[in-house]
């Protein structure tokens, strides 16, 4: 158990609807990450938290939403669901800084959309 | 911009020898790091070392140890004496700063391992 927590584990959905990825933090750390991963594109970096803010944004579509609670869990919203949203998304969590094995990742939440 | 490339997509190793995982990466940040991953096939994402960019002796941790040749800007991963729950999938990352002092991760592609009995 890495202390970073997803759920569901797997999700199957069917086009144009709408999901919710959960993730609670490693205890202590303020940061939260969402990465999706897919066959085509690899590990993309999605958005960044930290402490209930949104730090940074990579490459996450419009349709696509987060948000970090006080008590630091973290969703992340999928809309207008697509085909080619079928992937893995990952939450990480580190403290925040410049740490040395400072990224936890969860296990992960299958998504498929059919 | 940083990025991270492995060379590999797939390696097969005899179970109990060696394996060394290519990577390479191009930063013009002075202080980086670089971490392994390990993703098997029941997909979590398992940390298993890291780099930082001023430490003066390459990282060991078990049977894994990391060939950091800073000149080259490479960062190959060992594997020793291969077993074969060491079969999976392997990401070298590399931290990105962001503005304001944060960081994300970057990864290669990754290098499919298979240990044969």
């Known amino acids: 158990d890495s202390g970073v927590t997803q759920t569901p584990k797997h999700l199957i959905t069917a086009t144009g609807q709408r999901v919710t990825l959960r993730c609670s933090p490693r205890s202590g750390d303020l940061s939260v990450y969402w990465y999706q991963q897919s066959l085509d594109q690899g590990l993309q970096f999605l958005i960044q938290?930290?402490?209930?803010?949104?730090?940074a944004k990579g490459n996450i579509l419009e349709r696509f939403s987060a948000q970090q609670f006080p008590d630091l869990h973290s969703e992340l919203n999928l809309s207008s669901l697509e085909l080619g949203d079928s992937a893995l998304y990952f939450c990480a969590s580190s403290v925040g800084g410049d740490r040395v094995s400072g990224y936890t990742f969860g296990s992960g939440t299958r998504l498929t959309v059919v | 911009a940083q990025k991270i490339t492995q060379t590999q997509p797939g390696m097969f190793v005899q179970e109990k020898e060696a394996v060394t995982l290519d990577c390479t990466y191009d930063?013009?940040?002075?202080?980086?790091?670089l971490f392994w991953y390990k993703q098997p096939s029941s997909g979590e994402m398992i940390f298993l070392i890291y780099?930082?960019?001023?430490?003066?002796q390459n990282a060991t941790e078990g049977r894994y140890s990391l060939n950091f040749q800073k000149a080259r800007k490479s960062a190959n991963l060992v594997i020793s004496a291969s077993q074969l729950g060491d079969s999976a999938m392997y990401f070298c990352?590399?931290?990105?700063?962001?503005?304001?002092?944060?960081?994300?991760?970057?990864f290669g592609a990754g290098t499919r391992l298979a240990v044969h009995p």
């Open positions: 938290y930290y402490n209930g803010e949104e730090r």
């Open positions: 990352a590399m931290r990105d700063r962001l503005s304001g002092g944060y960081n994300k991760l970057i």
């Open positions: 780099q930082g960019s001023y430490d003066q």
């Open positions: 930063t013009s940040d002075p202080s980086y790091g």
